[in-house]
């Protein structure tokens, strides 16, 4: 079992930056693909960004354009997400979440592990 604590949220104006953390224990996250996903009341969850287990490939979802950038330390056993320039539309629970192996989904289905989620609030 992977167990996943999210850090790092909290309120900042629009244009400014959050840098989220996820640290995991139970199990290595070296061999774990690494996503984040965001929820907002009423909707579903929403992809973000992901990492493979090496680290060697991201993937973001369109809305992002540059602003977010993941990275793992697999020494620390941790994931993080630098966000940048956040828009009042970038307001939601932010989860972290852990995928046996290597996937290129973008799917909260193919995440087996998650966070409770950490809140991020951006004032206009």
């Known amino acids: 079992q992977v167990q996943l604590v999210e850090s790092g949220g909290g309120l900042v104006q629009a244009g400014g930056s959050l840098r989220l953390s996820c640290a995991a224990s139970?199990?290595?996250?070296?061999?774990?693909?690494m996503g984040w996903f965001r929820q907002t009341p009423g909707k579903e969850r929403e992809f973000v960004a992901r990492i493979t287990p090496g680290a060697s490939g991201t993937y973001y979802a369109d809305f992002v354009q540059g602003r977010f950038t993941i990275s793992r330390d697999n020494a620390k056993n941790t994931v993080s997400l630098q966000m940048n320039s956040l828009k009042p539309g970038d307001a939601a629970v932010y989860f972290c979440a852990a995928a046996t192996g290597f996937t290129y989904s973008t799917s909260s289905y193919a995440y087996a592990y998650w966070g409770q989620g950490t809140q991020v609030t951006v004032s206009s």
């Open positions: 139970g199990r290595t996250l070296s061999s774990y693909t």
